[in-house]
């Protein structure tokens, strides 16, 4: 693995070894897949207010939890599947984000009739993406990001405003990471 002391590396990925981890092999890898796209939405939801280290440490349960962030079983979770998991000590336990996982998961399967997560997120792939200095000067230089946000949200997915979409974007390797060491703005 790559040393940490290098100022290149974002403060997020030097947290723990699983950040770590997870910078090396998994952000900025091109995601087509519908279950790890919408993976990736249900998480970045649960990292509002939180840092990523959390969600790391919580994503195995989250996938036993969510059925491996299937959108067809997770669409039929009701509200008794989230009073279960307010109770349960494991888990990210935020109604509001628990609910948005699952409303979400909804929205992804209705998508399908219109294409799939897949072809709208990468239909707002930008043609020249430039590296900011901060997520600020990103949703401010790349239009696509907020039509983006936009788009999700006329399919009725929730919690995907332009700062989301821009981790999302960063993620999924879209557009390049900012070059500020912190993701915040």
């Given at each position: 693995?790559?040393?940490?002391?290098?100022?290149?590396?974002?403060?997020?990925?030097?947290?723990?070894?699983?950040?770590?981890e997870?910078?090396e092999f998994?952000w900025?890898?091109?995601?087509?897949?519908?279950s790890?796209?919408?993976?990736?939405?249900?998480?970045?939801g649960?990292?509002?207010?939180?840092?990523w280290?959390?969600?790391l440490?919580?994503?195995?349960?989250?996938?036993?939890?969510f059925?491996?962030?299937?959108?067809d079983?997770?669409?039929?979770?009701?509200?008794?599947?989230?009073?279960g998991?307010?109770?349960?000590?494991?888990?990210?336990r935020?109604r509001?984000?628990?609910?948005?996982a699952v409303?979400?998961?909804?929205?992804i399967?209705?998508?399908?009739?219109?294409?799939g997560?897949?072809?709208?997120?990468?239909?707002h792939?930008?043609?020249?993406?430039t590296?900011?200095?901060?997520?600020?000067a990103?949703?401010e230089?790349t239009?696509?990001i907020?039509?983006?946000?936009?788009?999700?949200?006329?399919h009725?997915?929730?919690?995907?405003g332009?700062?989301?979409?821009a981790?999302?974007?960063?993620?999924?390797?879209?557009?390049?990471?900012?070059k500020r060491?912190?993701?915040?703005?």
């Amino acid at each position: 693995m790559t040393s940490f002391n290098d100022d290149s590396y974002p403060e997020w990925a030097q947290a723990s070894s699983l950040t770590r981890e997870y910078y090396e092999f998994e952000w900025g890898r091109r995601l087509c897949e519908e279950s790890e796209l919408y993976e990736l939405i249900a998480l970045l939801g649960f990292q509002a207010g939180l840092n990523w280290s959390m969600v790391l440490n919580k994503r195995e349960r989250l996938r036993e939890v969510f059925h491996n962030f299937a959108p067809d079983a997770v669409a039929q979770f009701d509200h008794d599947d989230i009073e279960g998991m307010l109770h349960d000590k494991t888990l990210i336990r935020n109604r509001r984000k628990l609910s948005a996982a699952v409303h979400n998961a909804k929205a992804i399967v209705m998508l399908r009739e219109h294409g799939g997560i897949s072809a709208l997120v990468w239909a707002h792939e930008p043609d020249n993406p430039t590296q900011c200095e901060t997520v600020t000067a990103l949703i401010e230089t790349t239009p696509e990001i907020t039509e983006l946000a936009q788009e999700l949200k006329a399919h009725d997915f929730t919690m995907v405003g332009p700062r989301m979409v821009a981790a999302l974007a960063q993620a999924i390797g879209m557009v390049p990471a900012v070059k500020r060491r912190s993701n915040a703005a």
